[in-house]
């Protein structure tokens, strides 16, 4: 089992960046495949993000690519989503979350995740 903390998110203003991170607990990390999603207010989660356990491979939501970066660092178990060119249509709270059977069929869905962080939220001001 893995217990997921995202760091503090907070207020920026549309164009500008902030990096989120995740730490899991545990010695394990390098077996979990991660995610990230977000939810809006009155909206379903959608997936943002997702890296395989190397680091190797990585996928995006459609409207984040060339905008936000996923990576991670096995050394100081944590995985980290960079978000440039911020918009508002950004603002959500935002999960890492992470899964020890990579499924290709369902790495874009919540039911696709293990583990869950607690969420943290992003606002983009216009």
């Known amino acids: 089992q893995v217990q997921l903390v995202e760091s503090r998110g907070g207020l920026v203003q549309a164009g500008g960046s902030l990096r989120l991170s995740c730490r899991a607990s545990?010695?394990?990390?390098?077996?979990?495949?991660m995610g990230w999603f977000r939810q809006a207010p009155g909206k379903e989660r959608e997936f943002v993000a997702a890296?395989?356990?190397?680091?190797?491979?990585?996928y995006y939501a459609d409207s984040v690519k060339g905008r936000f970066t996923i990576s991670r660092d096995n050394a100081k178990n944590t995985v980290y989503l960079q978000m440039n060119s911020l918009k508002p249509e950004d603002t959500a709270v935002y999960y890492c979350?992470?899964?020890?059977?990579?499924?290709?069929?369902?790495?874009?869905?919540?039911?696709?995740?293990?583990?869950w962080g607690q969420g943290t939220q992003v606002t983009v001001s216009s």
């Open positions: 979350a992470a899964t020890e059977v990579w499924d290709y069929n369902n790495y874009r869905l919540s039911a696709g995740y293990d583990y």
């Open positions: 545990g010695r394990t990390f390098r077996t979990y495949d």
């Open positions: 890296i395989s356990r190397s680091g190797g491979s990585t």
